[in-house]
């Protein structure tokens, strides 16, 4: 049989429930059960990087400041980050990852996608082989994983969201097309939050709604997207899973017609070029978890000399390119031709994340 057609891959994705937090609460019996959150301090302005279920029925989440969880849960207890252990808990999950398959995309410490359309355990069953790799997870970390299993990334992707914590749920070929209709839009990759209300404006809920419109006029709405979204709608996704489609950094930048005087003049074409490295941001967090690790200004005066200077940080925010530019305007302080920012990321299976600020 032919394996080019790619509605015959077979693909897996695996997401560990509540990562950092269970570790926790495995590694400290007396966490378990309770509303806990991993995180930086409320005091030096921390966010939440997970929490545990006990804690999200009081609506805390991820990347919510701690100050306001502890608010919104007075019971909650905060556990600092411990970044080497979550990080050697990855390596060995990919290890048992890497008994099936070589094809291997992790998207973050605790999430990846595997290829397993030639994988010989279980006779090819990726059913099976999901749930034997969840199984292996638990005797070996004393934790629990999500699996989600179908014929591309964005299925098994949603799919493994289907039946979190502990479980996993198969989306058959012949399920799709079904499947899809009730699929509400926000699940589909690159639909973040803005997307969805202008789709809400448009009558657009669900993906059956999306279906219902030409890829003309789906182009017409959303630009260059449209093509995409026609697809996805219908549960086509034709993405491989690639061993290392990492970006490294991303950054804008522009040349002036004419040189920036001063430092005045540098800050004040901030604001634009923040929108733009948003914008490049967004489209890449569409397909990727992006955990920033350090942000960068780039000033190239008028002479052509180049500096750069950076700072680590875990955030991405207007106001700290502020300092950065000063930094690097006042090592020669003459006129500037080009001025670019940018982040760098954090390579998440690799051990750099330690270096990640979360505090
Ligand atoms: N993480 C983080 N900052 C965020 C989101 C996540 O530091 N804004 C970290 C902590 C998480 C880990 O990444 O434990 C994995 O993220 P997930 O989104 O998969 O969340 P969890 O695994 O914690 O929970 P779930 O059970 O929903 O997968
Ligand atoms: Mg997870």
């Known amino acids: 049989m032919l394996m080019t057609d790619t509605e015959l891959r077979k693909i897996i994705h695996i997401d560990m429930d509540c990562f950092y937090a269970a570790i926790e609460a495995r590694d400290n019996p007396a966490l378990r059960g309770k509303a ?7 005091d030096a302005r921390g966010v939440v990087a997970t929490c545990s279920y006990e804690a999200r029925k009081f609506g805390v989440h991820s990347a919510m400041p701690m100050k306001t969880a502890l608010r919104l849960c007075p019971e909650l207890i905060r556990v600092p980050p411990r970044r080497a252990v979550y990080q050697a808990v990855s390596e060995q999950i990919q290890t048992i990852f890497a008994a099936y398959t070589d094809l291997i995309e992790p998207l973050s410490l605790d999430e990846a996608y595997l290829d397993v359309s030639q994988a010989r355990q279980h006779q090819g069953s990726a059913t099976l082989i999901a749930q034997e790799i969840r199984a ?5 970390q004393q934790l629990t994983a999500s699996a989600g299993i179908a014929s591309n990334k964005f299925l098994a992707k949603v799919a493994s969201d289907w039946h979190k914590q502990n479980g996993q749920f198969v989306i058959r070929p012949s399920m799709i097309a079904e499947f899809m209709l009730s699929l509400p839009v926000k699940k589909i990759p690159g639909v973040g939050t803005v997307t969805a209300e202008r789709m809400r404006e448009l009558g657009v809920r669900t993906c059956a709604d999306l279906q219902a419109w030409s ?3 789906l182009c017409a709405e959303f630009g260059r997207f449209g093509r995409r979204l026609y697809e996805l709608a219908r549960g086509i996704d034709h993405r491989p899973v690639s061993v290392d ?7 804008v930048e522009d ?4 040189d920036l005087p001063n430092l005045a003049a540098c800050y004040a074409e901030l604001p634009a070029l923040f929108r733009a490295l948003e914008q490049r941001l967004a489209k890449a967090q569409a397909s990727q978890r992006l955990v920033p690790k350090s942000i960068v200004v780039k000033i190239r005066f008028h002479d052509f000399v180049l500096t750069t200077a950076q700072m680590t940080s875990s955030l ?3 106001r700290l390119f502020l300092p950065l530019i000063k930094q690097a305007w006042e090592r020669r302080q003459v006129p500037v031709r080009l001025l670019g920012i940018g982040v760098h990321f954090a390579e998440p299976w690799r051990p750099e994340q330690l270096s990640l600020g979360l505090e």
Do not use: H, L, M
């Not at 806990?36 to 409320?42: D, E, K, L, N």
């Not at 292996?136 to 070996?140: A, G, K, Y």
């Not at 489609?245 to 950054?251: Q, V």
């Open 36 to 42: 806990i959150a991993v995180g930086g301090s409320p």
């Open 136 to 140: 292996r997870i638990w005797q070996e």
């Open 215 to 217: 890829v003309d006029k």
């Open 245 to 251: 489609n990492s970006y490294k950094s991303i950054s």
């Open 255 to 258: 040349t002036f017609v004419t």
């Open 316 to 318: 991405v925010e207007e």
